[in-house]
């Protein structure tokens, strides 16, 4: 062998020892690598004056809509932990429509992503002063978002709340409120949550509407005038399909969250015995916890619920603030950690 070749050998054999240390080493890190997580308190993000906090996730990042600028549109936030948000101006504003077709009482705002689009449905007061539910559109979740589908419920009367949930096969299904505004039975003002298909372009509802659950549990304030199921939002697990709902007056301090279970996304829909799954907690500062909605920690398995409660639990209003907790299944039974007042962990990932 020549004194060249043996050269070339002997740096051949050093570059594959480099690379095996190197992986060694890499893996031992990984191997070593503690869970990182990250601490908060309720309520997060020093937001207020906001009620229907909805969070998506994007990437790596986050979005939150909420109600927030009632008359005019909604404002979003952004954070990248969950936990410290930054507000980012409006998402949607009704003067930059092509139709103002809303004249204010913008409410629940909920975004999706679908077929690479952003869409947002949403609530209003239109000019025949009834409340209906729209669709708009963004190609960046930061808005600006245009209306593609106004007033998108034929049926006599004021609807809010809209939610979109798509089944495992793509199906897109659409929930939403009957307002008991303009919704009488037996000399009752009562809401009610309906369901119905919607089409691929989420613009114009399909098939016939299904009601799924209305006020029939003591705790939902079945004594009174007014009463409301509202604030839907769907998960399925293990082959089950899980309504949350919020029940009672939203300024009052008894607002709480509900579920009902399905085996298909039309129901029929049986509420769970153990409701509500999330009250009040006077004691610790806790009035009106609602109107949630669902999104994936950064770990990209542990759910989390996110509700509002009011900002004076002394003094219930439309003034309210964001929270987080923990969401899982057990048993069959949908579970929530929470309302919490105290310092939580949330796992951003790791081992």
Known sequence: MSKKRGTSFKWMIAVVAIIFITGIGVLLTSMNKKEETIAYTNPVGGITNIGDPFVVKDGDMYYMYATSAATIGFRVWQSSNLVDWEDKGLAYDIAEQEEEWATGDFWAPEVVKHNGLFYMTYSARNWDGSLQISVATSENPLGPFKDISTEIIKQEGSYIDGHIFFEDDGTPYFYYVKDCSENIIDGNHVSQIFVQKINEELTELLGEPQLLIQPDQDWEGLHGDYQWNEGPYVLKNDGKYYLMYSANYFASEDYGVGYAVADNPM????????????????????????????????????????????????????????NIDRLYFEDGKLKIDGPTYTEQKMTLGGK
């Open 267 to 322: 129901g029929p829909f049986v509420k769970a015995e153990e409701n509500p799954i999330l009250t009040k907690d006077l004691e610790n500062g806790i009035s009106g916890p609602g109107h949630n909605s669902v999104t994936v920690g950064l770990d990209g398995k542990t759910l989390y619920t996110v509700y509002h409660t009011h900002t004076y639990p002394e003094s219930p209003s439309g003034d309210r603030q964001m």
